[in-house]
């Protein structure tokens, strides 16, 4: 019967794809937004940790992010140069190599995975 529990977990194991054991990795991220970011920080969906990135923040700018997550789901929330802030909520990183942050004035904000 032990023998049974280890194939079926050895099954279970080899069965997920490799995508959804990869996790987050590096990735580059474009301020698609018309305004400098003067600070862009990412959590987990689900919890309360905002740790800062050391991205490019100008209008237009892409940066390399060195990243490295077991999880896929995180959001990025962005503070603008004019003291107003903006939160990109879900955002899938597994998987992805480049994130452009989108925010139209009206404050609805979106990502584009490229």
Same mark, same amino acid.
């Given at each position: 019967?032990?023998? +049974?529990?280890?194939?079926?977990?050895? $099954?279970?194991?080899?069965?997920?794809?490799?995508?959804? $054991?990869?996790?987050?990795?590096?990735? =580059?991220? #474009?301020?698609? =937004?018309?305004?400098? $970011?003067?600070?862009?920080?990412?959590? *987990?969906?689900?919890?309360?940790?905002?740790?800062?990135?050391? +991205?490019?923040?100008?209008?237009?700018?892409?940066?390399? #992010?060195?990243?490295?997550?077991?999880?896929?789901?995180? @959001?990025?929330?962005?503070?603008?140069?004019?003291?107003?802030?903006?939160?990109?909520?879900? #955002?899938?990183?597994?998987? =992805?190599? *480049?994130? =452009?942050? *989108? $925010? *139209?004035?009206?404050?609805?904000?979106? #990502? @584009?995975? @490229?």
């Amino acid at each position: 019967m032990r023998n +049974a529990y280890f194939a079926l977990a050895a $099954l279970a194991f080899f069965a997920t794809p490799a995508t959804a $054991l990869a996790g987050a990795s590096n990735f =580059t991220l #474009v301020n698609g =937004t018309d305004a400098a $970011l003067s600070a862009i920080a990412i959590k *987990r969906t689900g919890t309360a940790e905002w740790k800062p990135l050391s +991205a490019s923040a100008s209008a237009g700018a892409a940066s390399n #992010v060195n990243f490295n997550d077991p999880d896929c789901a995180f @959001d990025l929330k962005a503070t603008t140069a004019s003291g107003g802030t903006a939160q990109w909520s879900g #955002v899938n990183l597994c998987g =992805t190599n *480049r994130l =452009t942050l *989108r $925010l *139209r004035p009206s404050g609805e904000t979106w #990502v @584009d995975y @490229d």
